[in-house]
């Protein structure tokens, strides 16, 4: 059997959270899979949804007694957990162990870098560049700091009523000054229609879930449906052929090890190029809000 | 699919999560079948060894079990998860359950119970017509419900004993053949 301190309150949310996130995940994944669903405002809004609504199912209280898990619960996530593996080690224990490096990889790769970033002082940019960043609508008072490094960086940071512009000297190095301006454009989408508090809400959530490996994958893919709507909106009306050009810059600057983010740059490239189109529209909204209340129907009997 | 229709794509959802759905179904009801030991219960069980068994711990029985208890032998469940949980009734003229509990916090009871004269450890009350016991002994809590008088708590606290299958323990002989009160 699994230790009954599973089944204590605070155990038993985290767990029906993480259950109901890896089989809402599941459906939602596989259905995007047979719609051949495309980059786009749908999907960004399944994403959001599959993090945010496994927090409510699980709240649902009730469940956990034996009664429920028995008698009435089409899974008790219970039976699966106590599989016997070997040696004692039972399911429930690698549970533990995936939970646990999950909370450590989103130290390791999220917080910290965050908290870095948040705290690092720089020289400041140079005239034009600042003048630059300044010029975009809403960023009158944007502070532009100029990072010494090598690496090709161009990132935002700060808050909405004082956002902050990181540009490495290996970036005003190596992009031309059309480059850096779509870079720029870029950064700057991240800050309209309520994207930076979408996203960082929404940090927050993927936060509270931070032992679940399914919430981590979909706000990183959330992350880079909202990168290729601010590429998007950075070339609206515009030639995409230098924001393309700086993407791909960055791209032979990318560690060949990290797949992950040569693979999410090598998408960014692709949509901008043409060879993969977005589509906001895929879905009908009423499509998804029967989706989402046909899965708060259904998880509450997953427990 | 046509751009006009409201719900297009939906007929798809609910296909894969059909799917998902029969497949868990199946995860739950087959995974017992061929892990026994992941379903925690309730199991209705013949015996006190049985119980003894599947429990890993010996069930306390009282051996004063009055006549009004009825002659046959009670009926036994056992709940392995989250705590595993013996409970053994009695049905008679008078009805008796026994609910041995290991761990978990105490059970439950109002504000107005009381110590039982001369049982350590223990709470009582009255609901109605049935006599409440709370004990606890040692890492169990026990929790006694009976018609029977309010006198007999304390012969049924004084009495309870682990079953023990070699020895002349109270619930062997208990099972065979109930002593009279």
Known sequence: ????????????????????????????????????????????????????????????????????????????????????????????????????????????????????????????????????????????RCAVTLRRADALLLATGGWPWRPRVIVSRGALARLSDDELAMAL????????????????????????????????????????????????????????????????????????????????????????????????????????????ATLVAILPWLV | MSPSRPLRGLAGFLLVAGGVLVALRVLHVGVPLIFPGTRPGPFSVASLEEARGRLGFAPLVPAYRPATLGAGPPSLTVTLGPHPTFLAVWRGAHSLSLTQRRGGPAPSHPPTSQALGGVADSRWWREGPANHLVLRRGEFWVTVVTDLPARDLRRIADTLGPYSAGGPGPARAGLRAPPSG
């Open chain 1, 1 to 140: 059997m699994i230790p009954a301190a599973w089944y204590a309150p605070l155990p038993s949310f985290l767990w029906q959270v993480a259950l109901h996130s890896a089989i809402a995940g599941v459906v939602l994944y596989g259905w995007a899979r047979r719609l051949r669903l495309r980059s786009g405002r749908s999907k960004r809004h399944l994403l959001a949804l599959l993090l945010v609504l496994p927090l409510l199912t699980a709240a649902i209280p009730g469940r956990t007694s034996l009664e429920f898990r028995e008698r009435r619960a089409w899974l008790d996530s219970g039976r699966l957990l106590a599989i016997p593996l070997v040696a004692g080690v039972r399911v429930s224990h690698v549970v533990l162990l995936v939970g646990l490096t999950m909370v450590a990889l989103t130290l390791w790769q999220e917080v910290l870098p965050a908290l870095r970033r948040s705290g690092a002082r720089g020289d400041d940019a140079p005239e034009p560049l600042a003048r630059l960043a300044r010029g975009l609508p809403g960023w009158e």
């Open chain 1, 185 to 292: 454009r870029h950064e700057h989408a991240h800050w309209q229609q309520g994207r930076w508090a979408r996203s960082h809400a929404l940090f927050a959530v993927r936060l509270l879930q931070c032992y679940s490996p399914v919430a981590l994958w979909t706000f990183r893919e959330y992350c880079l449906e909202v990168e290729i709507e601010c590429d998007a909106a950075a070339v609206a009306g515009r030639d995409a052929r230098p924001l393309t050009r700086a993407l791909l810059a960055v791209y032979e600057s990318t560690d060949r090890r990290d797949v992950a983010a040569r693979a999410a740059l090598r998408r960014r490239a692709d949509v901008l190029l043409g060879d993969d189109r977005l589509d906001d529209d895929a879905l009908p909204v009423a499509t998804i809000a029967a989706a989402a």
